[in-house]
């Protein structure tokens, strides 16, 4: 197989599943999570409605698991196989509570999958990346292109977040370090500061009563990431932030 | 006449030029800037390709010049003229040398077209962007945008640039707080740093000898100004940065 | 006359008093103020206390009256003076309103005192700082110092505000590019983004019924810049923040 | 025994030997180090010439290791042993390579001491500075002090340096975040941005011919850190850069 797929990982209810339909209508798209159950029936509504798609249950931060799911890539794909896009959305769940009632594991899950996570994603898409450098420049072919979604928090860190915050700020320095590295190597790297609440099925309670403007599109960070995917080498962005219209910052 | 306009302030042989003929492919637009040789061929090339374009001879910096166009836009497209985008993209040009030989003309000239003229352009603009909020949503109309160009002074100040560098200061702190107040009405107000050396006829004797990947190309970053204009309301970008492939940062 | 001295503007009831209180214990001071009832009572007091203090009536965005107050301190002080020390504290007054309703006078008035007058304010210190230069390292000398004061609006633009922090940000950057330039010919510039209310007289109704540690303290921040000023070249600060304990940040 | 100590982990040559120096002419200082190479003759000079100091063998990125020494802490000055002011000074050594050339165990080097090694400090050093504060303003008490040793790479991430970059963003976040949960219970939290090369014998070889001017002294550090210990509640700084006279930024 020949044609260039894009990798997803983090793919939940939200931002993931809409990064993965958005570029599922150009590419095959990889889905990387946990639990089968957030790449399931996402990948058979792709599949059915004329994309391609295959899901791998995948633990980001462990070097075996990310070992075995870059190598079913391979299986599935050639061993040649290139990428297109890569997006890194994962997330640890953020514990907030008083710092000194955090147990060393729980300060450190945030740093598991938003560090370490994107360390061993970055590690195992860039040699996927970089060999679809040289496609570049065929029509209609854009740079292969390293997202990582951000938040609020990569920036800010707030009392009582410093779990959360430390491993975004520490993913946002990845991101701006392997853009440097990479960029002048063909590969748009770009990380994306998503400052708001985004709209899906765990947010329901949150804003209530307030109007859909109030919270961020998942399909809407989609567009986003899609429009920096599609960015010719004259021109890449590589940081945005996202936020809803009603947002107060 | 109802077709919403866009309009764009500093068109010079380079970006702005680039931003006008892509809204032109969209909207009619005005072309704002001190001497006509700078928008005379554009208007043409744009009238004669399809889209609709005027030219008004403007001084950004001054407000009677600032009414007068306006005067004239409303002439033109009627009282009741709405504007889809206006993008700001003059600046003063700056002078590098040792700070104790400016003269006080020398320092102002950076805030009287980056800071006033920005000032005004959006005290007049504005006024034509928010009637158009209530378009917004129709199949495919965007929310009315106002993007200002910024530079690498944006966030950086070296030394014997601090003319270039205050002003630019000035412009980004004036695009958050626009953003924050005229977001939540409606308007999607962006901010772009334009980080690198832009391949224009002035700069062709900069970085010769290197590939074309290592400037931005104008119209890249027309591109980019255009999918700020295209975001929805659940996922706009509030700033930008944009570098060639080689830049060095 | 031979010895150094140190010239504060900006002096009125808060800040700019402490600080001018706090240099005066090791240098004749020069406090520059509009209003002559902002440094008549501290000159005195700090005449009667053993200090010397001598107040000009000036309006630091007016190049006549700046230039008139310089060469009242070389009346003074002698041609020759050298000053250790330069403290900018001016600040315009902001109004905080929509910014539609705003008038161009309303919106220049941060900058004539912020931008402008800080550049006036430098171009005629540091004349008489970088003289000092060559006594440092002399015991008990320190570097020559030119510190401005900012606020939270100088890192942060918020609704309506677009006047003042446009004046802020704009500071900010005058401030680095001439830490950046004069640092390596001696002279030790610095910037201090005050966040938070400060104690004085016109903010009594503030935080009212909450404790002390509430407001920053002017002797506080006095405190801060005296800190600075006493650095040696091989460990300069360049930027402080400073806030009371209990401020929400 | 009753009076405060002074902690500083990451004893080294340079700043953290400067820093204990500093403190130890107002606390008894626990000197933190892995090999005790680097705290032995400090240990001896300071306690020779006046002062209390004791050194403790520690691996700060180990719970266990960080558990022993609070354990010997406790033994020598009592269960109920106050700290006025705690020194986190240590950083993993980076290595600079390309990305794809570093192993898991080269990246997490930063993360381990920088971040988790951070992270255990705090949680050690803050039940000892919290009780401290109760004595804060009986005269010539200062708010006890938590200050993290930044780097260049806190604010900047540069290619081929990811594993640093992001155990220093990282630190900051946590410096930042616990500046505000522990800044109004009493605690003064802050963060240096160390922004040039620290003059120590390992960098003798640096910048060679260059004016003593041109690196950082360690004990401009300390004076700095002490500064910052001496300030007031009323007029706290959380951040601070420092540079030498001819840095570069």
Redesign the interface.
């Known amino acids: 197989m020949s044609a260039p797929i894009a990798i997803i990982a983090g793919v939940g209810p939200g931002t993931g599943a809409a990064v993965a339909r958005r570029f599922a209508k150009a590419y095959p798209v990889v889905l990387l999570a946990r639990k089968p159950a957030n790449f399931e029936s996402l990948a058979e509504e792709i599949n059915k409605s004329g994309g391609q798609a295959i899901g791998i249950s995948t633990d980001v931060s462990s070097?075996e698991s990310m070992k075995n799911a870059f190598n079913k890539i391979k299986e599935k794909f050639g061993q040649d196989v290139k990428a297109a896009a890569a997006v890194f959305n994962a997330s640890g769940s953020f514990t907030r509570k008083?710092?000194?009632e955090?147990s060393?594991e729980e300060?450190?899950v945030s740093?598991q999958v938003s560090?370490?996570g994107a360390?061993?994603f970055?590690?195992h898409t860039?040699?996927l990346l970089l060999p679809h450098v040289q496609s570049t420049g065929t029509p209609n072919v854009s740079?292969p292109t390293l997202i990582f979604t951000g938040a609020t928090?990569s920036i800010k860190?707030?009392?009582?977040?410093?779990s959360f915050?430390?491993?975004?700020?520490?993913?946002?320095?990845?991101s701006?370090?392997?853009a440097?590295?990479?960029?002048?190597q063909?590969v748009?790297v770009a990380h994306a500061v998503i400052d708001g609440v985004i709209?899906i099925e765990r947010t329901k309670g949150w804003l209530v009563g307030q109007p859909?403007?109030a919270?961020?599109?998942a399909?809407?960070?989609a567009?986003?990431y899609w429009?920096l995917h599609g960015?010719?080498?004259?021109?890449?962005?590589?940081?945005?932030?996202?936020?809803?219209?009603?947002?107060?910052?």
Do not use: C
């Not at 860190?157 to 410093?162: D, F």
């Not at 915050?165 to 990845?174: C, I, N, P």
């Not at 945005?240 to 910052?249: A, F, S």
């Open positions: 070097e008083p710092f000194l955090l060393t300060f450190e740093y560090v370490k360390f061993l970055s590690r860039l040699p740079p928090a860190s707030n009392a009582q977040m410093s915050s430390t491993g975004k700020f520490a993913l946002r320095a990845l701006t370090s392997l440097k590295e990479f960029g002048p063909g748009h709209d859909a403007e919270k961020i599109g399909d809407d960070i567009e986003v429009g960015q010719g080498r004259r021109g890449w962005v590589n940081e945005v932030d996202v936020r809803p219209m009603l947002e107060k910052w």
